[in-house]
C-alpha cells in the first residue's frame, strides 16, 4: 500500500500482494456506511469526483456521446453542464495541467511550468549544494529503479536540493507554490483521495497545511506504457478498483475504513496513449478502430463507478466532474512531422557557450539559459534558423510573459519558448503521432462537464478555464473558494451554470 507521506515522499508495500488485492477486491465489495465521510458538511452535496481523462478533447466527447447515447459518457452529459469551450493552461503538460484543476492555478501562481523544469535558486542532485541553478525533473526519472517497477517510490538522492533549507532535497511538494483544493478540504476535516499516473504527484499535497488522506501513486511508465496501450488498461483500472474502494468507504487497496472521500478521483492515461500510437483516421476527428477501443474501455470504467455510486445512494450527493489535465496534436494524420531536438543547443549555444540551461520539449520547446540576459540574442538566432526545428513562432520577453498569462516567478520563469508548427513533434520515436505540451488549439481545447442529477443537461459555450474547476469543487462542497491561493492571486472564478446545486 502507499501512503503520501508530506514531508517524506512514499513508502511501498510489496506489489504482488497489493496487486492480488486489487484483482480480488471488486469480488469482496462489503457493505459499508456510504455517507462516513459526510461529517461537517452543510452543502446538499456531500462529496466531488474529479476525473481526469488526458488527452481527451472536447470533440472527443461529442462525437462518442453522439455515437453512444447510452454510454457512461452520455448519461454524465445528460445530466451536466457540458462546457463546449473549455481549455487547459498553456504549456499543456500534464503537471501544470493537473495543478490547473486542483489549485485553481496557471505556472504564474503554482510556479510549476512543466515536470521538467529549471530553477536558479536549487542545487542538483547530489552536489551538495556545491554550485546554484539545476534542472527540475519531476517525472519517472526521479523514482526508485527509474520507474521500472509500479510499485515505485521516489528518491530522494535524485532531487534538486535547497542550500537555504541545508542542503535538503525538495519533493514535489515542496516546489508548489500554492496550496490545493486537499489541503483545504482536509483542514475541514473532510476525507480526500486521489489516484494518479506517477509518485511525484504527490505534489497534491500541497506545500503546507494538511494533506490527502489516500493517495494511490502508482507508476504508470512501469506499464510499457509507450508501446502496448492495453498493458496500460491494467494501471487504470487499478485506479478505477481505488475509486470503487472509496465509493464504498475504504482507502484505496480496501485495508481500512475511512468514509467516503469529500474530494477524491483519477486520471485516465489510456486515452492519451492511445492517441499517441493509434491516433486519428483524418483530421475530423474519426478516432482509428483501436483508439475508438480505447475510449470503449474508458466508457465502461466510468459506468462502474456511476453504477457503484448508485447502489450506494450517493448519486444524488455526488458531483462528478469529467475534465481533460492537456490535448493533443496534431488531430490531422497528415500535419504529423517528427523532428530532432539537436539543432536547439547548437543555435543556443552559437550565442555563448554553454548557455543553453535546459530545455524541455515535446510538440513545443521551453529554453531556459544560464545567462538570462542573453534571451533576446538567443531568440533572434532561433527565429533566424528556425526551419532547423521544424518551424515555429519564437517567444520572448512581454511576448512570452503574455503567452505564459503572466508574470512568472523570476528564478523559474523561461527565457524562450517555441510555439513548433502544428504537427512537429519532437521525439526519438517516429511512430509516435500526437504529442502535447505546447499552445495549439488541439493542445488545449479539451472536454469538460460537470454532472449531478440535479442540474439536467445544458452547454455553456462560453470561454472557460479548467482552472475554474478547483473553485468550483469547494464551492459545491461548501467551502470557500477563496482559500485557494492562486485563486486570490490570478482572480480565478467558479464555472458559470451551477446555481441548481445550491450554496
Known amino acids: 500500500m502507499f501512503s503520501a507521506n508530506p514531508r517524506r515522499g512514499f513508502s511501498g508495500a510489496s506489489h504482488l500482494v497489493l496487486f492480488n488485492v486489487l484483482m480480488l477486491s471488486s469480488i469482496l465489495l462489503m457493505p459499508s456506511a456510504a455517507l462516513a465521510g459526510d461529517a461537517g458538511q452543510h452543502s446538499r452535496i456531500r462529496h466531488v469526483i474529479l476525473i481526469s481523462l488526458d488527452g481527451f478533447h472536447d470533440f472527443d466527447l461529442t462525437r462518442y456521446v453522439a455515437g453512444h447515447p ?60 556545491a554550485t546554484v541553478g539545476t534542472q527540475v525533473l519531476y517525472d519517472e526519472s526521479v523514482n526508485t529503479g527509474n520507474g521500472d517497477s509500479w510499485t515505485s517510490s521516489i528518491d530522494p538522492t535524485l ?47 500541497g506545500p503546507s497545511g494538511p494533506p490527502a488522506t489516500d493517495l494511490y501513486l502508482t507508476e504508470s511508465s512501469a506499464f510499457d506504457s509507450d508501446t502496448n496501450p492495453s498493458v496500460l488498461e491494467i494501471n487504470d483500472d487499478m485506479k478505477v478498483q481505488a475509486v470503487l474502494n472509496w465509493i464504498d468507504g475504504f482507502n484505496h487497496d480496501r485495508t481500512q475504513h475511512i468514509g467516503v472521500p469529500a474530494i477524491f478521483g483519477m486520471n485516465f492515461q489510456i486515452p492519451n496513449v492511445a492517441q499517441k500510437n493509434y491516433g486519428y483516421a483524418d483530421g475530423a476527428g474519426t478516432p482509428t478502430s483501436k483508439l475508438a477501443d480505447a475510449y470503449d474501455f474508458v466508457d465502461q470504467e466510468l459506468g462502474r463507478m456511476l453504477s457503484e455510486l448508485d447502489a450506494r445512494h450517493l448519486t444524488a450527493s455526488t458531483v462528478f466532474v469529467l475534465a481533460s489535465k492537456h490535448g493533443n496534436s496534431p488531430v490531422d494524420p497528415q500535419l504529423k512531422r517528427t523532428t530532432d531536438d539537436g539543432p536547439y ?32 540574442k538567443v531568440a533572434a538566432v532561433l527565429r533566424a534558423n528556425i526551419d532547423m526545428v521544424g518551424g515555429g513562432t519564437v517567444y520572448v520577453g512581454k511576448d512570452l510573459d503574455a503567452l505564459l498569462g503572466g508574470n512568472m516567478i523570476a528564478n523559474r520563469r523561461p527565457d524562450v519558448i517555441v510555439e513548433s508548427t502544428l504537427g512537429v513533434i519532437y521525439s526519438s520515436h517516429p511512430a509516435k503521432l500526437v504529442e502535447h505540451g505546447g499552445f495549439h488549439e488541439t493542445d488545449r481545447h479539451v472536454s469538460l462537464v460537470v454532472s449531478n442529477p440535479a442540474l439536467g443537461s445544458q ?32 482572480n480565478t472564478s467558479v464555472l458559470p451554470g451551477l446555481d441548481a446545486l445550491g450554496d
Open 70 to 129: 447510452t454510454s457512461a459518457l452520455a448519461r454524465l452529459v445528460n445530466t451536466g453542464v457540458t462546457y463546449a469551450n473549455a481549455y487547459t493552461t498553456g504549456p499543456s503538460d500534464s503537471f501544470p495541467g493537473a495543478l490547473a484543476l486542483t489549485t485553481g492555478g496557471t505556472p504564474i501562481s503554482t510556479g510549476i511550468v512543466y515536470d521538467n523544469s529549471w530553477d536558479d535558486t536549487l542545487s542538483p542532485p547530489g552536489s551538495n549544494c
Open 159 to 205: 532531487l534538486p536540493l535547497d542550500r537555504s533549507q541545508g542542503c535538503t532535497p525538495v519533493f514535489p511538494h515542496q516546489y508548489l507554490k500554492v496550496n490545493t483544493i486537499f489541503n483545504i478540504a482536509a483542514a475541514a476535516n473532510l476525507v480526500t483521495a486521489y489516484a494518479d499516473k506517477h509518485p511525484t504527484y504527490e505534489i497534491y499535497n
Open 345 to 376: 543547443a547548437d543555435l543556443v549555444n552559437r550565442v555563448a557557450p554553454n548557455l543553453l540551461a535546459n530545455l524541455t520539449d515535446d510538440d513545443e520547446a521551453i529554453i531556459w539559459l544560464t545567462d538570462h540576459s542573453k534571451a533576446k
Open 459 to 490: 452547454i455553456i459555450s462560453n470561454h472557460v478555464s479548467n482552472t475554474q474547476v478547483a473553485p468550483t469543487v469547494l464551492k459545491v462542497l461548501g467551502l470557500n473558494p477563496q482559500a485557494l491561493q492562486a485563486v486570490q492571486q490570478e
